[in-house]
């Protein structure tokens, strides 16, 4: 596509499950970047991948909270026994060069 | 400590009137300032990004200016649309390596009236 994807775009939970969230970049966009968004609030950093090289977890606010990423391709991003502090916007950016981001529309996720 | 700060936090006006967005920043070392536009339930859309050397940057009827001396800057829209209503996001870029360098302001939430 022409674009960043994610899926779902609506993920309603309950606390204690585990959710699943993925991205899909843009083609031939190395650096891949999560955020998430809390209601009213700013973006806030998770995790960050660039090309091969080890991943910059330093946003995760938890060892709840992990992601992979295949090659230069898609990424999930795992949230295992959710907490309702959990329910906010997952954003996900790629980038070609270190200047522009383009934002994928966000999974809504809610935790009940 | 990094920080980005951004006003008014929401501003409401009249559909071809102009605007002004705030956005200050402590950010340092610097290394350049984006502007993003996020209409509801979507992900942001830059408008602009200015690096230390540039003081103004315009996207159609959105104009940048930035102040590294006083580390400020503004978004001023013109002509206003009613599609112009949405968040609008100030991020700047810390000169070091790595993707948490990037810190980002709440936002101003515009919303244009008829």
């Known amino acids: 596509g022409a674009g960043v994807s994610q899926s779902p775009s609506n993920k309603v939970t309950e606390k204690g499950k585990d959710v699943e969230l993925r991205c899909d970049p843009i083609?031939?966009?190395?650096?891949l970047y999560w955020y998430r968004q809390r209601l009213g609030q700013g973006l806030e950093f998770l995790i960050y991948?660039?090309?091969?090289?080890?991943?910059?977890k330093s946003g995760l606010p938890s060892d709840r909270f992990s992601a992979e990423r295949t090659g230069e391709s898609v990424s999930t991003l795992t949230i295992q026994r959710t907490q309702q502090e959990d329910s906010a916007v997952y954003l996900c950016?790629?980038?070609?060069?270190?200047?522009?981001?383009?934002f994928g529309p966000g999974t809504r996720l809610t935790v009940l | 400590k990094n920080q980005v700060e951004q006003s008014p936090q929401s501003l409401i006006i009249l559909e071809g009137k102009n605007c002004t967005l705030q956005?200050?920043?402590?950010?340092?070392?610097?290394?350049?300032l984006r502007w993003y536009k996020q209409d509801t339930g979507r992900g942001p859309v830059s408008l602009t990004i200015?690096?230390?050397?540039?003081n103004t940057k315009s996207n159609g009827r959105y104009t940048a200016t930035l102040d590294a001396d006083t580390k400020q800057s503004s978004l001023h829209i013109t002509a206003s649309q009613l599609s112009d209503s949405a968040s609008y996001i100030c991020?700047?870029?810390?000169?070091?390596?790595?993707?948490?360098?990037?810190?980002f302001g709440t936002g101003t939430r515009l919303t244009v009236i008829p």
């Open positions: 950016a790629s980038s070609r060069t270190l200047l522009t981001q383009y």
């Open positions: 083609s031939g966009h190395t650096a």
């Open positions: 991948f660039q090309g091969n090289s080890a991943p910059d």
């Open positions: 956005c200050n920043y402590t950010v340092s070392p610097f290394s350049n």
């Open positions: 200015m690096t230390f050397s540039e």
């Open positions: 991020v700047v870029s810390a000169a070091y390596r790595g993707a948490n360098n990037l810190f």
